[in-house]
């Protein structure tokens, strides 16, 4: 069972548009998602994160809006540049409980100049 | 400050052969992890360790074994490599092994078995 659905699977944006990546989980206990960006040939490393007591967390051109009547959440870049060419995890876990976390599939994201 | 650190980078084995990757970190935490990602399948736990001296199983752990050294170093084990194991091994580490502490990952070892 899948706990958290990434989508798309890929994703191309022209450099300066809005790349957007969805997901979507079950579990209702969840109370913490996090993304993590991944670049070519590097590990994963935590971008942004989200508590559900607020609807939207901004950190520069990143922005995470959660809705928690849909059990949705996803990652806006605003202004996307080349640099941002990555792919991008969500993720879900429960807070304060000993639960892994756990990850969407991955999103390919490919800003072109 | 190297964070975590794995090797070898990469490996090609043959089927049936064995070998162990390599993790350690030098952030003070006490939980770590091993995860494989395989196109299309994000990242699946295979191992980890809440602590030293301890270790579970993951979603994917058939196949593999695990040493947890010591509070620095954590290790991944193929007894007896086959082709379904080739992947990319991303070891990461945590303070404690809560689902929203921050998981520091290594840069990952590719692993290839013909």
């Known amino acids: 069972q899948q706990q958290v659905k990434q989508s798309p699977q890929s994703l191309i944006v022209q450099k300066g548009g809005i790349s957007i990546i969805n997901c979507a989980y079950e579990?209702?206990?969840?109370?913490?998602f996090p993304w993590y960006q991944q670049f070519p040939g590097k590990g994963p490393a935590l971008l942004i994160a989200i508590r559900p007591d607020v609807s939207e967390k901004k950190e520069g051109r990143f922005t995470i809006s959660f809705n928690k009547s849909a059990k949705q959440f996803s990652l806006h870049i605003m202004d996307s540049q080349p640099g941002d060419s990555a792919t991008y995890f969500c993720a879900a876990a429960k807070h304060g409980g000993s639960e892994k976390l756990v990850f969407g599939k991955g999103t390919k994201l490919t800003v072109n100049p | 400050n190297a964070g975590v650190t794995q090797t070898p980078k990469f490996q090609v084995l043959k089927t049936g052969q064995s070998m162990t990757l390599q993790c350690a970190q030098d952030?003070?935490?006490?939980?770590m992890y091993w995860y494989r990602q395989d196109p299309g399948m994000g990242l699946r736990l295979i191992y980890y360790s809440a602590s030293e001296g301890t270790t579970d199983k993951g979603e994917v752990p058939n196949g593999y074994n695990v040493s947890r050294l010591n509070k620095r170093e954590f290790s991944l084990r193929l007894e007896s490599a086959a082709p379904s194991q080739t992947s990319v091994y991303f070891c990461a580490s945590s303070v404690q092994a809560r689902g929203t502490d921050t998981q520091y990952f290594g840069p990952g070892t590719r692993l290839t078995v013909l």
């Open positions: 579990n209702t206990a969840f109370d913490y």
């Open positions: 952030m003070n935490h006490n939980s």
